[in-house]
Protein backbone atom coordinates (compact mmCIF):
# COMPACT_ATOMS: atom_id res chain seq x y z
CA UNK A 1 0.00 0.00 0.00
CA UNK A 2 1.03 3.53 -1.03
CA UNK A 3 0.96 6.17 1.83
CA UNK A 4 0.88 9.68 0.61
CA UNK A 5 0.36 12.81 2.18
CA UNK A 6 -1.45 15.63 1.38
CA UNK A 7 -3.70 18.57 2.71
CA UNK A 8 -7.61 19.32 2.89
CA UNK A 9 -8.60 23.07 3.72
CA UNK A 10 -11.93 24.93 3.28
CA UNK A 11 -12.43 27.42 1.68
CA UNK A 12 -14.33 30.84 2.94
CA UNK A 13 -15.26 31.84 -0.74
CA UNK A 14 -17.95 31.61 -3.51
CA UNK A 15 -16.53 28.82 -6.11
CA UNK A 16 -16.69 32.16 -8.79
CA UNK A 17 -14.69 34.29 -6.22
CA UNK A 18 -11.94 31.31 -5.84
CA UNK A 19 -11.18 31.10 -9.86
CA UNK A 20 -10.77 34.29 -10.65
CA UNK A 21 -8.33 34.28 -7.48
CA UNK A 22 -6.53 31.06 -9.15
CA UNK A 23 -7.21 33.00 -12.87
CA UNK A 24 -5.11 35.87 -11.46
CA UNK A 25 -2.45 33.88 -9.92
CA UNK A 26 -1.82 32.36 -13.39
CA UNK A 27 -3.22 28.58 -12.44
CA UNK A 28 -4.66 27.13 -15.70
CA UNK A 29 -7.14 24.39 -15.57
CA UNK A 30 -5.47 20.64 -15.94
CA UNK A 31 -8.51 18.98 -15.39
CA UNK A 32 -12.34 19.04 -14.70
CA UNK A 33 -14.80 16.42 -13.64
CA UNK A 34 -17.43 14.90 -11.24
CA UNK A 35 -17.02 12.44 -8.53
CA UNK A 36 -19.83 10.61 -6.79
CA UNK A 37 -18.69 8.46 -3.42
CA UNK A 38 -20.71 6.18 -1.57
CA UNK A 39 -19.18 5.75 2.02
CA UNK A 40 -19.19 2.07 2.97
CA UNK A 41 -18.29 0.82 6.46
CA UNK A 42 -18.25 -1.94 8.00
CA UNK A 43 -21.01 -3.17 10.45
CA UNK A 44 -18.81 -3.18 13.07
CA UNK A 45 -17.09 0.10 12.50
CA UNK A 46 -20.94 1.78 11.91
CA UNK A 47 -21.99 2.93 15.34
CA UNK A 48 -18.26 4.60 16.07
CA UNK A 49 -17.42 7.95 16.40
CA UNK A 50 -17.49 9.85 12.66
CA UNK A 51 -13.46 9.82 12.80
CA UNK A 52 -12.73 5.71 13.63
CA UNK A 53 -15.31 5.49 11.23
CA UNK A 54 -13.45 6.90 9.08
CA UNK A 55 -9.88 5.20 9.51
CA UNK A 56 -10.71 2.06 7.22
CA UNK A 57 -13.62 2.28 4.78
CA UNK A 58 -14.56 1.80 1.36
CA UNK A 59 -15.61 3.82 -1.43
CA UNK A 60 -17.90 2.84 -4.71
CA UNK A 61 -16.66 5.85 -6.66
CA UNK A 62 -17.98 7.03 -9.77
CA UNK A 63 -16.12 9.10 -11.69
CA UNK A 64 -17.51 11.42 -14.91
CA UNK A 65 -14.80 13.18 -17.42
CA UNK A 66 -16.34 14.26 -20.29
CA UNK A 67 -17.78 11.29 -22.35
CA UNK A 68 -15.74 9.48 -20.00
CA UNK A 69 -16.52 7.07 -17.05
CA UNK A 70 -14.93 5.25 -14.51
CA UNK A 71 -16.16 3.14 -11.89
CA UNK A 72 -13.99 2.07 -8.99
CA UNK A 73 -14.26 0.36 -5.16
CA UNK A 74 -11.39 2.53 -3.24
CA UNK A 75 -10.35 1.30 0.02
CA UNK A 76 -8.58 4.35 2.12
CA UNK A 77 -6.93 4.14 5.48
CA UNK A 78 -6.00 7.25 7.54
CA UNK A 79 -3.98 7.04 10.75
CA UNK A 80 -4.91 10.75 12.48
CA UNK A 81 -2.17 11.99 15.71
CA UNK A 82 -3.83 12.99 18.77
CA UNK A 83 -4.89 16.55 16.97
CA UNK A 84 -7.10 14.51 14.34
CA UNK A 85 -4.84 15.57 11.95
CA UNK A 86 -3.88 13.06 8.86
CA UNK A 87 -0.15 11.37 9.62
CA UNK A 88 -0.62 8.63 7.02
CA UNK A 89 -2.75 7.39 4.49
CA UNK A 90 -3.13 5.15 1.78
CA UNK A 91 -5.33 3.91 -0.58
CA UNK A 92 -6.08 0.69 -3.35
CA UNK A 93 -8.34 1.12 -6.39
CA UNK A 94 -9.96 -1.62 -8.57
CA UNK A 95 -11.98 -0.76 -11.59
CA UNK A 96 -15.45 -2.68 -11.49
CA UNK A 97 -18.34 -2.08 -14.12
CA UNK A 98 -21.24 -2.03 -12.02
CA UNK A 99 -21.62 0.28 -9.27
CA UNK A 100 -25.03 -1.39 -7.97
CA UNK A 101 -23.07 -4.58 -8.38
CA UNK A 102 -20.34 -3.24 -6.70
CA UNK A 103 -22.73 -2.18 -4.03
CA UNK A 104 -24.57 -5.93 -3.61
CA UNK A 105 -20.88 -7.39 -3.03
CA UNK A 106 -20.25 -4.52 -0.16
CA UNK A 107 -23.54 -5.51 1.77
CA UNK A 108 -22.98 -9.26 1.53
CA UNK A 109 -19.66 -8.60 3.19
CA UNK A 110 -21.38 -6.55 5.87
CA UNK A 111 -20.37 -2.81 5.00
CA UNK A 112 -23.38 -0.43 5.30
CA UNK A 113 -23.85 2.63 3.08
CA UNK A 114 -23.02 5.84 5.69
CA UNK A 115 -23.23 8.42 3.36
CA UNK A 116 -22.79 9.86 -0.03
CA UNK A 117 -20.40 12.79 -1.04
CA UNK A 118 -20.99 14.11 -4.92
CA UNK A 119 -18.32 16.74 -6.00
CA UNK A 120 -17.77 18.70 -9.09
CA UNK A 121 -13.68 19.02 -8.62
CA UNK A 122 -10.77 21.13 -11.07
CA UNK A 123 -7.54 20.33 -10.95
CA UNK A 124 -4.93 23.98 -11.70
CA UNK A 125 -1.73 24.13 -12.34
CA UNK A 126 0.43 27.18 -13.33
CA UNK A 127 3.96 24.62 -13.72
CA UNK A 128 4.92 25.55 -10.28
CA UNK A 129 2.17 24.37 -8.49
CA UNK A 130 -0.76 22.03 -8.72
CA UNK A 131 -3.98 22.30 -6.22
CA UNK A 132 -7.74 20.95 -6.72
CA UNK A 133 -10.70 22.51 -5.66
CA UNK A 134 -13.49 20.21 -5.14
CA UNK A 135 -17.29 22.16 -4.34
CA UNK A 136 -18.97 19.33 -2.24
CA UNK A 137 -22.55 18.52 -2.36
CA UNK A 138 -22.96 22.25 -4.05
CA UNK A 139 -22.42 23.22 -0.11
CA UNK A 140 -18.86 23.28 0.87
CA UNK A 141 -15.66 24.53 -1.14
CA UNK A 142 -12.42 22.63 -0.12
CA UNK A 143 -8.93 22.59 -1.65
CA UNK A 144 -6.48 19.76 -1.73
CA UNK A 145 -2.75 19.62 -2.47
CA UNK A 146 -1.16 16.45 -2.68
CA UNK A 147 2.32 15.43 -2.65
CA UNK A 148 2.83 14.04 -5.95
CA UNK A 149 1.54 16.12 -8.45
CA UNK A 150 -0.25 14.66 -11.71
CA UNK A 151 -0.22 17.32 -14.17
CA UNK A 152 3.55 18.94 -13.18
CA UNK A 153 6.94 17.00 -12.64
CA UNK A 154 7.06 18.00 -9.02
CA UNK A 155 6.64 16.02 -5.46
CA UNK A 156 6.24 18.06 -2.44
CA UNK A 157 8.67 17.13 0.35
CA UNK A 158 6.19 17.17 3.21
CA UNK A 159 3.27 18.55 4.48
CA UNK A 160 4.55 22.28 5.47
CA UNK A 161 5.92 22.68 1.72
CA UNK A 162 2.06 22.17 0.76
CA UNK A 163 0.80 24.68 3.28
CA UNK A 164 3.51 26.83 1.81
CA UNK A 165 2.00 26.90 -1.48
CA UNK A 166 -1.25 28.00 0.44
CA UNK A 167 0.15 30.82 2.05
CA UNK A 168 2.32 31.90 -1.09
CA UNK A 169 -0.62 32.57 -2.82
CA UNK A 170 -2.69 34.37 -0.32
CA UNK A 171 -5.36 31.65 -0.45
CA UNK A 172 -7.62 32.32 2.66
CA UNK A 173 -8.61 29.25 4.74
CA UNK A 174 -11.43 28.33 7.29
CA UNK A 175 -9.79 28.35 10.99
CA UNK A 176 -6.02 27.56 9.94
CA UNK A 177 -7.34 23.95 9.33
CA UNK A 178 -4.68 21.94 7.05
CA UNK A 179 -6.45 18.96 8.06
CA UNK A 180 -9.60 19.41 7.35
CA UNK A 181 -11.86 16.04 6.82
CA UNK A 182 -14.61 16.48 4.06
CA UNK A 183 -16.27 13.35 5.01
CA UNK A 184 -16.78 13.74 8.45
CA UNK A 185 -18.49 17.21 8.11
CA UNK A 186 -20.88 15.36 5.28
CA UNK A 187 -20.99 12.82 7.83
CA UNK A 188 -22.20 15.25 10.27
CA UNK A 189 -24.42 16.73 8.30
CA UNK A 190 -26.29 13.72 6.15
CA UNK A 191 -26.11 10.74 8.26
CA UNK A 192 -28.20 7.73 6.54
CA UNK A 193 -30.30 5.77 8.86
Not at 73 to 95: F, R
Not at 181 to 188: D, F, G, L, R, V
Request: hydrophobic share 35%.
Amino acid sequence: MNCENEITVEIPLKIEELKELFKNKNFKIMEEYDLNDIYMIHKNDIDKEYLDMLRNYVLIRHIIENKKETKLITHKYKKYNDKNEIVKQSKINCSINSINDAKKLLEALEYKERIRINAHLIVYSNGKDEIAIQNVNNKHIYLEIEQKCNYIDKTYRDIEEMKQVIKKYNIPIENENYFVNKAEIEMKEQIIN
